[in-house]
């Protein structure tokens, strides 16, 4: 890679940190996924991974050296960044059944619930019946092909925003020595942060993939001519 790419992943690392660090106040709304994915998408998959790490790296200066936080990003990110740089490769087909899948299971959770608190059930609920609307809506727009690419971005950050809560639900009870009841609450807990997360990465990434990609391409354009 050249001296250019690695300062494009270095720029792209801190705006990303600064990026979560803004917004870190609020629980369950980030737009790094969206960021992350449109960069992604434009600059490949090296850059991508690379800046992944970086990412993952730097965000300990803020954070904490967490290994089980560090071991999940790095895990995660460069999967994240590895979808998205090919995600023109990925058959339409693959993302219609990931968004009926998503559908039918958010439709379930409405329906039956989850084992949790019921001071929070309701509120589990209601956020399923939102994420059901959201992933038939760009299931239709995906058949009619409407927004083409948003809706496959989209639908692709949601299946990954899951994605992120599962790969915790594995590491961070491992590698703290959980006992098994309390991993099992440990996991149902992760609904309430991970049901806004996606709501939020799904909605996030339909609105601003599309501008940031265009962004990124002008700048990209922009640096290649000096």
């Not at 609020?26 to 960021?35: D, R, S």
């Not at 991508?48 to 730097?58: E, K, P, Q, R």
């Not at 090919?86 to 219609?96: G, Q, S, T, V």
Request: proline residues 4%; hydrophobic residues 60%; aromatic residues 14%.
């Amino acid at each position: 890679m050249s001296a250019r790419g690695l300062a494009r992943c270095a720029v792209m690392s801190a705006l990303l940190v600064a990026v979560q660090y803004a917004l870190g106040f609020v629980p369950g709304i980030e737009l790094v996924t969206a960021v992350f994915s449109a960069y992604c998408f434009v600059c490949g998959t090296a850059s991508g991974i690379l800046t992944a790490v970086c990412f993952s790296l730097l965000r300990c200066l803020i954070y904490g050296f967490y290994p089980a936080v560090i071991l999940l990003y790095l895990i995660y990110y460069p999967l994240l960044a590895l979808v998205f740089s090919n995600l023109a490769k990925i058959p339409p087909k693959a993302f219609k059944i990931a968004l009926l899948i998503s559908a039918v299971l958010s439709l379930m959770g409405f329906v039956f619930g989850i084992k949790i608190s019921a001071v929070y059930r309701l509120r589990i609920r209601i956020l399923f019946l939102i994420l059901f609307i959201i992933f038939s809506a760009l299931f239709v727009l995906t058949v009619i092909k409407r927004a083409e690419l948003s809706s496959n971005a989209a639908s692709a950050a949601a299946v990954m925003t899951v994605l992120f809560t599962l790969l915790d639900d594995i590491i961070s009870p491992l590698m703290l020595g959980f006992s098994a009841k309390s991993a099992e609450a440990y996991f149902y807990g992760g609904f309430l942060v991970m049901l806004p997360q996606t709501l939020c990465a799904s909605i996030s990434v339909f609105i601003l993939f599309e501008p940031l990609k265009r962004a990124f391409e002008a700048a990209l354009r922009s640096s290649q001519k000096r």
